[in-house]
């Protein structure tokens, strides 16, 4: 699977689809809706050697290939990675402490492989290399349909635990097992070819003999020229269908290790598809040697000669014993294919209120090829409606991959935009490219609710003792102490001394409040001595 911008979406602080790279991940809406069709589109390129620009050259108005500079750009084994993925629906619900997902999601993938000799052998021939091997030539292909429900607990203020459960409805498959392809040539100028393939194919095609219009009889041998293919007859039913089904499972943790540090993992993926779809189920096979001894074309100079043979026909009668010495054969056996797993490791680190910084390793396997990357971001929170991302990431045979995302609500609508090579905008010169889109609906943001309660929150009832001390004597102060009878009163309730002030204390007081209020720095003494004034 390539870059698929899903490494700068794991610092996207608002952005739902966050549960699908990790099931822990609680979204901070209550509800979530993704657009039927738009919630998620991404569309995602990776090739591990060779560049537009190692390939093609322009020279005037015309574009001329460049064997030896793409030649160079090679390695010894090669790939081209191609991956989609295309959401239908998707919804989200919070519950609590709990957190629930239903995705349902259309997914592409296909991957080439090919070794260098290969275009060693085309370049240059086999006269100084005598010995090459085009092994591992293969390609894999994936298209399938998945139903996912997610659930996630937080456990308490610091840990968070997820998983998915996800069912596969395969759609169709190519893969290549067991390739092997080598040459060589002896001293006497002869070549001895080895093919060894298995060839596995489920998809709503028709494949049958041209001559008899059946499926081809398992185990032999099959005659080039008879395949025919066609797609006579072949309706939707035949691409949605349970006959090929397969299941995956995805399990994730968050943990807020303090203040500042949140740790992240997860493993996604796990899981295979059972290809047992009879009526659009194919398996060739060859395990085949065959000596090439050229093409005898003395007999080719003199038409006059007895025994004259054209050079095309003999190098079609040599083609011919090649087809006929590296036949196919069918067995027709059902099969299964793995998903590929992908593991994430991260963790973010709070700068300040707004700015955080994150750091990422994902590693995934595909068709037992590992492909591991590493990123790092800087990432902020604008504000409560709008999130962006920067990030730079490496992966294998792609280094300068500078990468953004950007998500904004206006409304309950939200719409994200990421990419992990914002450099592949020169596609001349670029060996990746990847974007990732989408429209959510969100609603009932968690802010809002701790707001609503603390308003709808009774004050607490204070209590307050009365202290005992020790006084013979009350004084009154402000305009009550000029009644005799209250003064009086208040004498005889406490059996105290009351001893009256100035009746225009209250006044005096409220003066000095304000003096304090609008002069912070003058003390107490200060405005008691302002006032005796």
Same mark, same amino acid.
């Given at each position: 699977?390539?870059?698929?911008?899903?490494?700068?979406?794991?610092?996207?602080?608002?952005?739902?689809?966050?549960?699908?790279?990790?099931?822990?991940?609680?979204?901070?809406?209550?509800?979530?809706?993704?657009?039927?069709?738009?919630?998620?589109?991404?569309?995602?390129?990776?090739?591990?050697?060779?560049?537009v620009?190692?390939?093609?050259?322009?020279?005037?108005?015309?574009?001329?290939?460049?064997?030896?500079?793409?030649?160079k750009?090679?390695?010894?084994?090669?790939?081209?990675?191609?991956?989609?993925?295309?959401?239908?629906?998707?919804?989200?619900?919070?519950?609590?402490?709990?957190?629930?997902?239903?995705?349902?999601?259309?997914?592409?993938?296909?991957?080439?492989?090919?070794?260098?000799?290969?275009?060693?052998?085309?370049?240059?021939?086999?006269?100084?290399?005598?010995?090459?091997?085009?092994?591992?030539?293969?390609v894999?292909?994936?298209?399938?349909?998945?139903?996912?429900?997610g659930?996630?607990?937080?456990?308490?203020?610091?840990?968070?635990?997820?998983?998915?459960?996800?069912?596969?409805?395969?759609?169709?498959?190519?893969?290549?097992?067991?390739?092997?392809?080598?040459?060589?040539?002896?001293?006497?100028?002869?070549?001895?070819?080895?093919?060894?393939?298995?060839?596995?194919?489920?998809?709503?095609?028709?494949?049958?003999?041209?001559?008899?219009g059946?499926?081809?009889e398992?185990n032999?041998?099959?005659?080039?020229?008879?395949?025919?293919?066609?797609?006579?007859?072949?309706?939707?039913?035949?691409?949605?269908?349970?006959?090929?089904?397969?299941?995956?499972?995805?399990?994730?943790g968050?943990?807020?290790?303090?203040?500042?540090?949140?740790?992240?993992a997860?493993?996604?993926?796990?899981?295979?598809?059972h290809?047992?779809?009879?009526?659009?189920?194919?398996?060739?096979?060859?395990?085949?040697?065959?000596?090439?001894?050229?093409?005898?074309?003395?007999?080719?100079?003199?038409?006059?000669?007895?025994?004259?043979?054209?050079?095309d026909?003999?190098?079609?009668?040599?083609?011919?014993?090649?087809?006929?010495?590296?036949?196919?054969?069918?067995?027709?056996?059902?099969?299964?294919?793995?998903?590929?797993?992908?593991?994430?490791?991260?963790?973010?680190?709070?700068?300040?209120?707004?700015?955080?910084?994150?750091? /990422?390793?994902?590693?995934?396997?595909?068709? @037992?090829? %590992?492909? #591991?990357?590493? +990123?790092?971001?800087?990432?902020? =929170? &604008?504000?409560?409606?709008?999130?962006?991302?920067?990030?730079?990431?490496?992966?294998?045979?792609?280094?300068?991959?500078?990468?953004?995302?950007?998500?904004?609500?206006?409304?309950?609508?939200?719409?994200?935009?990421?990419?992990?090579?914002?450099?592949?905008c020169?596609?001349?010169?670029?060996?990746?490219?990847?974007?990732?889109?989408?429209?959510?609906?969100?609603?009932?943001?968690?802010?809002?609710?701790?707001?609503?309660?603390?308003?709808?929150?009774?004050?607490?009832?204070?209590?307050?003792?009365?202290?005992?001390?020790?006084?013979?004597?009350?004084?009154?102060v402000?305009?009550?102490?000029?009644?005799?009878?209250?003064?009086?009163?208040?004498?005889?309730?406490?059996?105290?001394?009351?001893?009256?002030?100035?009746?225009?204390?209250?006044? /005096?007081?409220?003066?000095?409040?304000?003096? @304090?209020? %609008?002069? #912070?720095?003058? +003390?107490?003494?200060?405005?008691? =001595? &302002?006032?005796?004034?």
């Open positions: 699977k390539a870059q698929d911008g899903n490494n700068t979406s794991y610092f996207l602080s608002n952005l739902p689809q966050q549960f699908r790279l990790n099931p822990a991940y609680q979204p901070e809406y209550k509800v979530f809706i993704g657009l039927p069709g738009l919630s998620g589109v991404s569309v995602n390129y990776l090739n591990s050697s060779f560049t620009e190692d390939l093609l050259f322009k020279r005037d108005d015309s574009v001329y290939m460049d064997v030896n500079k793409f030649y750009s090679l390695h010894k084994r090669n790939y081209i990675a191609f991956n989609n993925e295309n959401s239908i629906l998707s919804i989200g619900v919070k519950a609590k402490s709990w957190y629930g997902t239903l995705d349902i999601t259309q997914k592409n993938d296909f991957l080439f492989r090919y070794n260098k000799d290969l275009f060693t052998f085309l370049k240059y021939g086999n006269t100084d290399h005598p010995s090459m091997d085009f092994g591992k030539l293969g894999n292909l994936n298209s399938y349909i998945e139903v996912a429900l659930l996630s607990k937080q456990v308490n203020s610091k840990l968070t635990v997820g998983g998915r459960l996800k069912y596969l409805a395969g759609i169709a498959n190519a893969h290549m097992t067991d390739s092997e392809l080598d040459v060589v040539t002896e001293k006497d100028g002869t070549m001895k070819i080895h093919s060894r393939q298995n060839i596995r194919i489920t998809a709503p095609v028709n494949i049958r003999n041209e001559q008899t059946l499926p081809f398992p032999k041998p099959i005659d080039w020229d008879d395949f025919d293919f066609n797609t006579d007859d072949i309706g939707v039913a035949d691409f949605l269908n349970t006959k090929n089904p397969g299941f995956a499972i995805d399990l994730g968050e943990y807020q290790f303090n203040d500042k540090i949140k740790l992240f997860s493993l996604t993926d796990l899981g295979f598809i290809w047992g779809n009879k009526d659009f189920r194919y398996n060739f096979y060859q395990d085949a040697r065959f000596t090439w001894e050229g093409a005898d074309i003395s007999n080719s100079v003199n038409k006059d000669n007895v025994g004259y043979i054209s050079i026909s003999a190098f079609t009668k040599l083609t011919d014993q090649l087809k006929d010495s590296l036949q196919l054969r069918s067995r027709g056996k059902a099969y299964t294919t793995m998903v590929s797993p992908k593991l994430y490791l991260g963790a973010t680190y709070q700068l300040n209120r707004t700015f955080y910084v994150g750091g /990422l390793f994902r590693a995934s396997l595909v068709d @037992k090829m %590992f492909i #591991p990357s590493l +990123t790092a971001s800087v990432n902020g =929170r &604008l504000m409560r409606n709008v999130s962006a991302s920067v990030s730079y990431s490496i992966t294998r045979g792609s280094y300068v991959n500078l990468g953004a995302g950007l998500t904004a609500k206006l409304g309950p609508f939200q719409l994200y935009l990421e990419t992990d090579n914002l450099l592949a020169n596609y001349t010169n670029t060996q990746s490219a990847n974007a990732r889109f989408g429209i959510n609906l969100l609603f009932g943001h968690k802010d809002h609710k701790k707001k609503k309660k603390a308003a709808e929150k009774e004050p607490l009832e204070v209590m307050i003792a009365p202290v005992p001390v020790k006084k013979d004597t009350v004084y009154m402000g305009g009550g102490s000029r009644n005799v009878r209250l003064c009086q009163m208040t004498a005889d309730a406490t059996g105290k001394k009351v001893v009256t002030g100035g009746k225009e204390s209250t006044s /005096l007081g409220n003066l000095g409040a304000q003096l @304090k209020y %609008f002069e #912070p720095e003058m +003390t107490v003494r200060e405005i008691r =001595r &302002l006032l005796g004034k």
